[in-house]
């Protein structure tokens, strides 16, 4: 028995990276799968071939996560076409790294509204169909630097803690409703995100992590079937740190 079968789940942001894994993952477990992605389109179309060859309905949405109206749009536009939304993954995120000395107001603004104010505009537009169906699961990508802080991510991790608080936030306010809110905190994982860094900063990411190598995509793919899945249905709230022990 496949862990999703029968659910529908959107993951923003899925052409790449972890999102990618996490759509992959999903399907292979039976679960309809609704994505979208930005600029990356034939990334996004061979995707869409790739998962339907599980046997599952799955189609990609062009759609910017900062944008409210547009996030309403594609809630309604899955709902109609899947008939159901079970999974929500806010996966969808950007970093404009520098020191704050010289972080201007567009690279704040623009951190924010993509990782942050994405998170509430998708989770709003689901909350009637969520509330309808008496059931839930909202995933939301953090990060262990939303925890800890990171000299020159105060956009990133900034809109990363924002994350957990909302996460935490919606996961009282919708318990009794049986619609769960749970975040991932990756650490270091390998991806294009990752790839912008430089070797020195790599190595001393690796040093610093207990089981002494890079995440791959899906170690947190692993993580979010966990939590769309019905062996987490006690747990929300919560935020899980797939990280090879570097936040200890
Ligand atoms: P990635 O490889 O850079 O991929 C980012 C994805 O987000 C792409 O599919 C991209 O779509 C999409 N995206 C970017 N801006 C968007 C927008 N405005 N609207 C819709 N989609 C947008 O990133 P990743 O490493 O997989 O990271 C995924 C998530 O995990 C992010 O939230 C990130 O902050 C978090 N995370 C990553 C790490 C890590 O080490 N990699 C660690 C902690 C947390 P297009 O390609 O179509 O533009």
Redesign the pocket.
């Known amino acids: 028995m496949k862990l999703l079968s029968g659910k529908t789940a959107l993951v923003?942001?899925?052409?790449?990276?972890?999102?990618?894994a996490i759509a992959q993952k999903f399907a292979e477990q039976g679960a309809n799968v609704a994505f979208?992605?930005?600029?990356?389109?034939e990334?996004?179309e061979a995707l869409e071939k790739e998962l339907a060859q599980h046997g599952i309905t799955a189609k990609g949405y062009r759609?910017?996560?900062?944008d409210f109206a547009a996030a309403e749009q594609l809630i309604s536009s899955v709902v109609a076409d899947f008939g159901s939304l079970d999974v929500l993954v806010n996966?969808?995120?950007?970093?404009q790294d520098t020191l704050l000395m010289r972080m201007n107001e567009e690279m704040w603004d623009k951190v924010i509204d993509?990782?942050l104010k994405?998170v509430y505009n998708t989770v709003k537009s689901a909350l009637r169909t969520f509330l309808k169906q008496k059931s839930g699961s909202i995933i939301n990508?953090?990060?262990?630097?939303g925890i800890k802080g990171n000299a020159g991510q105060a956009n990133?991790a900034a809109s990363?803690a924002g994350i957990i608080g909302f996460t935490k936030s919606v996961a009282l306010e919708l318990g009794s409703r049986n619609i769960r809110s749970n975040a991932i905190?990756?650490?270091?994982?390998?991806?294009?995100?990752?790839d912008k860094l430089d070797e020195k900063t790599v190595q001393s990411w690796r040093d610093a992590i207990p089981l002494k190598r890079g995440?791959q995509?899906e170690d947190?793919a692993d993580c979010a079937l966990f939590l769309a899945s019905d062996l987490s249905t006690y747990i929300t709230g919560q935020v899980l740190q797939v990280d090879g022990g570097m936040l200890t």
């Open positions: 923003t942001g899925a052409s790449r990276g972890i999102g990618h979208t992605y930005l600029s990356s389109a990334k996004a759609s910017d996560a900062s996966n969808a995120g950007i970093t993509v990782n994405s990508l953090t990060s262990v630097v990133y990363k905190a990756p650490g270091f994982i390998e991806t294009e995100m990752t995440g995509p947190v």
